[in-house]
């Protein structure tokens, strides 16, 4: 077979020649054509090998052009090769930034054709030791003796960041008349004091003449009702201790008293008869003695007045008790056109919840009507302080209890849907405020699950302002919690109840009466063993107590700390909705169609009142002053009695100085006492008191004309 092959400049051909084939090519400059042989027998066919090698390299000029030469032959190739060099690069540092102490180091670049600019970012060092901004320190300051050197000692703390210096302070020189006044020494007087005028050691005195000259009043002691003084002396009579007034004279003679210390109780001076000073409330005379000058008379004789800090209470008021007592209930008007759900009193304003809707009115006298954002039911109303009134409850009052509610506003009348989500079939039934959150609880119906069998897990919502709100499941570890019918918060302590508590153990309920839940932070819960088994619907907190309410029968128990529990009587048995602490009184609505209501002050004994007609009453609420109690279409309403009480206190000061008065009250125990306005007598009346003013502590302040103001022992006003 002959093959033909034509081979283009720089191409190659692979041949497969057999026995008896001729292959003829053509090849150009830089072809090949290689050849696999078959058996050649003997055929005609010459196989030629060739070799390729790079005989040389050279580094060409930038921006040359590359070349390839062979200088060898055609079967045995060797080539010379001229490669350019690259274009010339700039590397450069161009901004250098400082970062925080603690970030990293960071380095960018920018490159401009064949430059290159790199950025630095370098962190700022650690502040002081360890990171710590240094501090300074004054500790003990000690006065050392006269004429030693000063010192100061540092004390180093937190690793040397610290600092605190122990200063010595040498005492000045001794005055040029007299020794120093440490140590009950004598008074050194200045360099001014006139030579005649005279000086003594301590607790003497010293007789000293001298014309025309001015001197302060003795600052050590407050005086009043000076008698006989020249025209020239100071008559102020308000002067207090710590203050001085100068005076001059002509020619006079006196006692100059250079140092009293440590007086207690009485002390005669050595003048004897001269200067006499005794203990608090007692004469101060400066007498004139023989030897006085020509004009003598200018002194005006003797100088007479009261050490007046002698202010003392002689009769302190005592604690006192008042007694207020519930006038009957009466009918009250309800806002038209609702079916009620409950309400409450928050701010100052009272709130009646309607299906659909919130009536407000800040007198009970009217009421306006407001509607809720999807036609819900609320079950109840909060409010928060720096926060927004917010309001729980079920879906649609007609239909399915979906879409649960909870709605906010910033002014009590128009009303937002909240930014919230729940599981369907539950409704809120109640929210409590504290540690800064409103914390709503919910229950679910039927047999609380997602249609399947599958147990749905119980949730519940907190929110920080009301608006915003984060759904929250309880811990697996508490088991299924089922309904929570109720939530209070008191003494740093949320406490929930259940109508009905559920374990679950794989897809079996197990009913279980004995258990409530506690927490300390409103996310967390607890397990808690009841005070007895049971169901219990409602728990209020108010005058350090918490009151838990049965379904039914003729107890409730009270406890301090949430946890452990006290059963307390009631005057009747029956079946219960609510407790809520109204104003300073906790009140027990019926949730069947009865007359009674139940009131106390303190949770543990309890009186019974008569509605005006036989109902079921929801919830209540109170203002301090009046009660009131709602059911579906009715209100009822029952003021209280005003209680009185009165403190009388007495004070006198030796002067027989006029003795003024102001009567301060505390509502923190005593830390911290403001003004009574207007009560300014020695007796303090106090009338419309309430439970609410339980609790107050009085006092007096007396003041007197150049004393210091004494203040009372406190009483404590008890309103039962």
Excluded at 1 to 19: H, R
């Amino acid at each position: 077979m002959d093959i033909s092959v034509n081979v283009t400049n720089a191409g190659a051909a692979n041949v497969a020649v057999s026995n008896g084939s001729t292959v003829s090519a053509t090849v150009g400059n830089g072809g090949v054509v290689n050849v696999a042989l078959g058996t050649i027998s003997p055929g005609n066919a010459t196989v030629v090998s060739g070799t390729l090698t790079i005989n040389s390299t050279q580094t060409l000029a930038a921006g040359s052009s590359a070349y390839a030469k062979n200088v060898g032959t055609a079967y045995a190739a060797s080539i010379d090769l001229g490669i350019p060099a690259g274009p010339a690069t700039l590397v450069s540092v161009g901004n250098t930034t400082t970062l925080t102490a603690g970030s990293n180091a960071t380095v960018t670049s920018n490159v401009s054709g064949s430059n290159l600019t790199l950025a630095f970012g370098i962190p700022r060092g650690a502040n002081g030791i360890n990171g710590v901004t240094p501090s300074f320190a004054i500790g003990n300051v000690v006065t050392g003796a006269a004429g030693s050197s000063a010192s100061v000692t540092a004390t180093t703390t937190n690793s040397g960041a610290n600092v605190t210096l122990d200063l010595t302070i040498p005492r000045g020189d001794p005055g040029t008349s007299g020794s120093n006044g440490a140590n009950g020494t004598s008074i050194t007087l200045s360099d001014g004091t006139p030579a005649n005028l005279g000086t003594a050691s301590a607790g003497s005195s010293s007789l000293a003449a001298r014309a025309d000259h001015t001197h302060n009043l003795q600052t050590t002691f407050a005086y009043a009702n000076l008698s006989g003084t020249p025209a020239n002396f100071p008559t102020n009579t308000t002067l207090v201790s710590g203050l001085s007034s100068g005076y001059s004279a002509a020619n006079h003679a006196h006692n100059y008293v250079t140092s009293l210390n440590n007086l207690t109780g009485g002390l005669t001076l050595a003048a004897g008869s001269n200067v006499t000073l005794t203990a608090n409330g007692s004469t101060l005379t400066l007498s004139s003695v023989g030897g006085l000058g020509a004009n003598d008379a200018v002194d005006g004789g003797d100088y007479v007045g009261q050490i007046v800090n002698g202010l003392t209470f002689g009769s302190q008021p005592q604690s006192a008790t008042s007694g207020v007592s519930l006038i009957s209930w009466t009918s009250q008007n309800a806002p038209a056109n609702v079916t009620l759900t409950g309400v409450s009193y928050q701010n100052g304003i009272w709130f009646a919840l309607a299906n659909g809707n919130i009536a407000t009115s800040t007198n009970l006298s009217s009421w306006t009507t407001a509607t809720l954002p999807g036609g819900h039911e609320p079950r109840e109303l909060a409010y928060k302080s720096s926060g927004n009134y917010v309001v729980v409850g079920k879906g649609r009052s007609t239909g399915a209890d979906d879409s649960p509610l909870i709605a906010y506003s910033t002014n009590g009348s128009v009303w937002q849907s909240a930014t919230a989500s729940a599981p369907i079939y539950a409704d809120f039934t109640s929210v409590a405020v504290g540690y800064g959150l409103y914390v709503a609880v919910m229950r679910y119906h039927g047999l609380m699950t997602a249609g399947n069998g599958t147990p749905i897990v119980s949730y519940f919502h907190t929110s920080s302002d009301g608006v915003s709100w984060t759904e929250r499941q309880y811990s697996s570890a508490l088991g299924y919690r089922g309904p929570v019918t109720d939530i209070a918060f008191g003494n740093g302590l949320f406490v929930s109840t259940l109508l009905n508590g559920y374990t679950l153990s794989g897809s079996t309920y197990t009913t279980t009466l004995t258990t409530y839940m506690t927490s300390s932070d409103g996310i967390n819960w607890s397990n808690r063993t009841l005070p007895a088994s049971g169901q219990y619907v409602s728990v209020a907190y108010g005058s350090g107590v918490f009151v838990l309410l049965p379904e039914s029968g003729n107890t409730v128990y009270t406890s301090a700390d949430g946890i452990s529990w006290t059963a307390r009587s009631l005057p009747v048995s029956g079946s219960w909705s609510r407790v809520r602490r109204c104003g300073s009184f906790f009140v027990v609505t019926s949730s069947s169609a009865s007359t009674v209501v139940l009131v106390s002050s303190n949770g543990t004994s309890w009186s019974q009142g008569t509605l005006p007609s036989s109902s079921a009453m929801l919830s209540s609420a109170g203002d301090g002053t009046t009660l009131l109690v709602a059911g579906t279409s009715t209100m009822a309403r029952s003021a209280l009695s005003q209680g009185t009480a009165t403190f009388t206190a007495y004070a006198s000061i030796a002067s027989g100085a006029s003795v003024s008065y102001q009567w301060q009250r505390s509502f923190d125990a005593g830390t911290t006492w403001t003004d009574i306005t207007g009560a300014t007598s020695s007796t303090l009346s106090l009338t419309g008191l309430t439970t609410a003013d339980s609790g107050t502590r009085y006092r007096a302040a007396a003041s007197a004309t150049g004393a210091t103001t004494v203040y009372s022992q406190s009483a404590t006003l008890t309103v039962s």
